[in-house]
């Protein structure tokens, strides 16, 4: 860890945008928390300097141009000690918190809503692939997470540990829906009838966005 924050970067994005539409500035701020952006301020933020952050910055930057805003790109190559260790530790808290919602999401969203097709008995192929592509989704955020922690913020194993129990979860589960349709296929064969209906199902829970933070205006 020692070694990562002497070698690191920063730059600094300070950018100003018209009040209307609101929209604009909303999609602005998305996406800059979306490739790793701490504000200190608003409409001034700070990221990690490297070849990735340059690039995505680039589209967000031109959009700022196109809504009739302006912005600075500056260079942040020697903070002092104590501000540096303000930057990474606002970076580490903020990933920190990311671990934390994956963890939140496979606890109480992804798990119980296993436990509940599982109580309903709704043990479908298209139930399955649904969650298995819930499983999916998670599994992308925290990838997504993991590619910008720089500083090793803590959590991260924590959330490791959910994926790999969410994942054990899912695949009992599709071990099951395989062994019932399979019974189920050989009875139709023999008596002609007919596989279970698949139940409704219940309105998922929305998945928070991967940033954890609240909207920022300019």
């Known amino acids: 860890m020692a070694e990562t924050k002497r070698r690191a970067n920063f730059l600094l994005v300070v950018y100003r945008m018209p009040a209307k539409p609101t929209a604009g500035r909303v999609a602005v701020w998305r996406q800059l928390k979306k490739i790793g952006a701490i504000y200190l301020h608003q409409s001034v933020c700070v ?25 600075h790109l500056l260079p942040l190559r020697r903070p002092l000690p104590e501000e540096y260790e303000k930057l990474v530790s606002q970076f580490t808290d903020q990933t920190s918190r990311q671990y934390l919602e994956i963890v939140e999401n496979c606890e109480v969203n992804f798990q119980k809503e296993i436990e509940f097709e599982t109580f309903r008995e709704n043990f479908t192929y298209e139930e399955a692939e649904e969650i298995r592509i819930e499983f999916d989704k998670i599994c992308n955020w925290y ?9 090793e913020a803590p959590h991260r194993e924590d959330a490791e540990a959910w994926l790999r129990r969410s994942e054990q979860l899912l695949e009992r589960f ?45």
């Not at 990221?47 to 912005?71: H, M, W």
């Not at 990838?143 to 500083?151: G, I, P, S, T």
């Open 47 to 71: 990221f990690i300097d490297n070849t990735k952050t340059r690039r995505e910055l680039q589209p967000i930057l031109a959009r700022i141009v196109q809504a009739a805003g302006e912005y």
């Open 143 to 151: 990838e997504h997470v993991r590619q910008r922690d720089w500083f």
């Open 174 to 218: 599709e071990a099951k829906v395989y062994e019932i349709q399979e019974r189920e296929s050989v009875e139709t064969e023999v008596n002609g009838t007919r596989g279970r209906p698949r139940r409704t199902r219940r309105p998922r829970v929305a998945q928070p966005q991967p940033t954890g933070e609240r909207e920022q205006t300019a």
